[in-house]
């Protein structure tokens, strides 16, 4: 049987035709069995729908178990509970089966049921426990939420089974929908299958048609191929002879190329390895050669042979020969390669391949070697270049091309050469200059750091050389003497200008002049400066400078120190000494007179009793001007601590001036507001300012009969202010007044005494209260002081949250904590604050008190506790103690037994401040941690607040106090 193309389009068209009929029937097939497996899952619903009839009639049995309980109390009624409980497992793991899927059912059931389950069970296990514990009226006051409990069940089950049931219907209804969409398609199939055949049948017939015609065809064109088939192998013939003349052509213009390509390689290489990379392989290729060697004559090297010295060889290039060979080359040359360097031409050679040759060509014998020597540029052989082919044959013309691209490469070998021996010599040359330039920077460097040196000292520096023609001087020198425009001039007739204006310098010159001549070794002189406002003390020392190695002299170095200031310092030294003697011994001299007399006389009691007064008196000046050289000590040094908190500046003030009304006939006049006046101090220490400045002014006044003393408030700034009507500060003691040890001397104030310590204590404690301190006087009419303090404003506590801590940082987190309760709070570093704002509030008692024991006043916690307990707004504000104790181990937390302390997470504190806040009763309570009841009551006692009751947890103790009686506020 003959297969056509018709045959082959009509078995195509019966094979689509069966294959949508099989596509057809097993999609029928399918969709017959996907609506059966869709049936019997919808029939499922059935035992979905009993299992959860099941889940209620197993708690329906838990809740008859345990109501049979609580009214019998007997254990065989809770048969049905265990019963239920158990039965309740396996139905729900059975619908947990169905819940993957249908999310609804698994949404309902994880959200609603299963959460309400477990509700139930709990409460049916606490109902158990209770009646087991015999709190019968508990569990009947616990009933009706059981009862919520169970309806709200019922109705989320009512829910699940709703939900059942729309899971059914909906499941059922898309199966019907499936299975018609299935059969629908399906028919369409069927129909497309039919259409498809039909329009086979129709291609079918075209086809056939097609097919005769081509036939006639073919023969047609059978006879017309042969005739051009001949034609096509004559014209195949002259096109491969083309092919040959052009492929010698290509291959000459090839070569031409090459040459050229060869010729720009031998120059522009920046190196040798780049130009013997670049040249030597193109060589090669050229050539038609197959290894290479270069080899020159090393200008370093030498080698010894029988006692006789010949030259060593380095190999600068090497490709295509075994690594054996050119290693041995190096030390000695023996046959052709010696030959170049003697007869100065070329040798070629042909030899037997080594061994190592034939290990690296098996297949070859013999090689070919080319000998071609290189030339400097005295025409001197300095090397040789090796080329060698294997079993290679060169026509004449390639071995005369060879031969000129051989000198060719030894012409740009030897310019190479050249290149690289001015590239050498401009690296070292650079390398050179190089060093120069570090050395002078050296230098410079050297020169700079010791010219810094001299100019930094804070002494005068000059330098002259040996014959004293002077050559240096740094600008402290101007300071002494204008030098530095005189260099080049004589030293010793500079000195001899220098003595004309200041006779004290007539020694030094002396000195000089010898030591120049050689006459003294060294120079260390003193002398004083005139000519300025105050004399200046110099001390001049000389060394000599020179070359200790060459022991060459090359000059001397002159130094100028300023001694002023020690010259001072001494003076006040010997008047400090001076000063404290007198001022010493004349108390004690009293001291002991009056002692003396009462040991060795016997005198009245009104004697006696004036003695003692005056010993007294002089004892207590005495430990008066003892404390205030300690107290100056102290704060020079920094040691001096100060308890900074609100003082009433004029409460002191009157204080002060009610002391010292009752010492002395000057009348203190005071002139305060009635109005408190705050500011932030240490109370001690501005006391000690008030006594100091009515001191000074008493003292200093001593023909006037009163002192003014007065406080004003400008602003953000008080100001106490000390006026005096007495004798009044000089013009040239006014820059002096606050220095310690200075008084004021003169005729007029030859009888006031004093150590001169007085106003600079004042000045360093108004420094350190970061305050101002001025005067103003009239000489005859007396003095004014003035200091200035910041004012300090009460906090406003009323309604707010009082933080008590004197650590800033951890104040500043606190507040932030809290600031999530919407309550305002106020933070104080000091008990003394906490008090004065609690002395404020008249209306709203603070709503919390967070109160640290330790704090930077000279009050503690406990303090501050008690005016908060005796206060009669404030008396019912809780109070958390915030302790650094580590908490006990195993600590465990409940509800009323808080913990609080250092460190703390702010998530505690806020929790104990809302139980507080909100969870508490009108008694003020206090938390702590455990400790020693006994030793908290009495302190608590101590502070004027009574124990109430004392509530123990695990680690710590909650103190609940007694009520007092409330006054009225106002």
Known sequence: MNVTRSNVSLLYVILIIFLLACISISSFVASTNMEAELDSFVKETIPLSSVAENILGDMINQETGVRGFEVTHEEKYLEPYNQGKAQLVQDLEAIARYESHYPSLKSLMEGDIVPQIHKLQDYYESQIALVRGGKTDEVLSRVNSGRQLMDRFRQLHVKLRTEIDSIGTDVYSHAQKTGHYTRIIIAGGGAIAIIIGICCAFVFKRADRAETALRR???????????????????????EEQEQTLEKLSQREQELETISTYQEKLTGALNMGQFLDSSIPDLLQLLQMDAALLVVKSPDRQTHDSGRSQPAYDILYAVGYPKQLPSRIEQ??????????????????????????VGVHQSMTYALDQYHPLFDDHQEVIGFLLLTGYLSSHSEQTLRAGKGLVRQFGLAFLAQLMNEERSRQAARLEQLNEQLLQEKLLIEEQRDLIENILESTHEGMMM??????????????????????????????LSKDIESHTPSFSPVRTAIEGLLEGSLDKLTERF????????????????????????????????????????????MKNE??????????????????????????????????????TIYKEAHRLSTLINDFLDLQRMESGKQVYHFTPVDLAGVVRDVADQWKEKHSHAILV???????????????LKQIVHNLLSNAIKYSP???????????ENERIKLLVTDYGLGIPEESRGKLFSKFYRVDNSDRRQIGGTGLGLAIVKEIVDAHQGAISFDSVMGEGTTFSVELDSYTVPHADGSIIVLEDDENLAKLIQVALGKLDIPTVHLRSAEEGIVALRHIRTHPPRLCIVDILLEGTKSGWDFMAALYDHPVTFRTPVIVSTALEPPLNYHEKDIEKFLRKPFSMEKLLQVAEQLLYHTDSYPSYVFPKQDEALITSSLKRKGMEVNEITRGQDTIRIELKRKAQSDPQ
């Open 528 to 571: 004083v400066l005139t000519g300025g406002e105050e004399h200046r003390y110099i001390e001049l020392y000389a060394t000599l400078v020179g070359d200790k190695k060459n022991r060459q002299e090359q000059g001397y170095l002159f130094v100028f120190r300023d001694r002023t200031e020690e010259e001072k310092v001494d003076e």
């Open 576 to 613: 400090f000494i001076s000063i404290v003697s007198h001022e010493l011994r004349t108390p004690l001299a009293s001291v002991l007179g009056f002692i003396e007399i009462l040991l060795h006389r016997k005198l009245t009691a009104d004697k006696q009793q004036r003695y003692l007064e």
């Open 671 to 685: 002139d305060a507001p009635d109005a408190e006046v705050w500011v932030r101090a240490d109370s001690d220490r």
């Open 464 to 493: 002259c050389d040996a014959y004293g023609t002077l050559m240096f001087a740094n600008h402290r020198m101007e300071s002494y003497f204008a030098l530095n425009r005189r260099i080049g001039e004589n030293w010793v007739q």
């Open 332 to 357: 000695q040359l023996f046959g052709p390669a010696l030959r170049v360097f003697r007869e100065r031409t070329q040798i070629d050679l042909r030899r037997e391949l080594s061994a190592e040759e």
């Open 217 to 239: 065809s073919e023969e047609t064109y059978r006879y017309m191929a042969e005739s051009l088939e001949a034609q096509n192998e004559e014209i195949i013939a002259q096109q």
């Open 703 to 713: 023909q006037a009969d009163r002192v003014d003393i007065a406080v004003r408030q």
